[in-house]
């Protein structure tokens, strides 16, 4: 007997647009505070450590992006909280517009990454 065909994706399935990466831990600047991530990709970010009173659906920027917060770089993203929980002190953002330095910046940490995956 055939097995049907459905339209359902399986249910470990990523349907991600964008690869998340954990590496480098990056640090960026959202209302002032500066916080770590826990991983990030070109669409968006987990933060940890967060204190503040965003809630799911929150329009928020994120100001500045770097690998410390000694080498912050002034961006203008603008984002959308899609998860938050206040008691462990996460948010997950996700990128309505990177504007051109943002896009630079996680491109070359990205780049970065790649390069040093590369097999010798």
Known sequence: MATPVTDTPEKNENRREHLRADDPVLVVRVDGKTYKTVNWSMGGLLIEGYKGGLTTGALVTVAAIGETTKNLTD??????????????????????????????LLRAFTDVKSSARSPY
């Open 75 to 104: 961006v203008c993203i603008r984002a959308r909280v899609i998860r938050s929980d206040q008691e462990v002190g996460y948010i997950a953002v996700n990128f309505l517009g990177l504007d051109q330095s943002a896009f630079g």
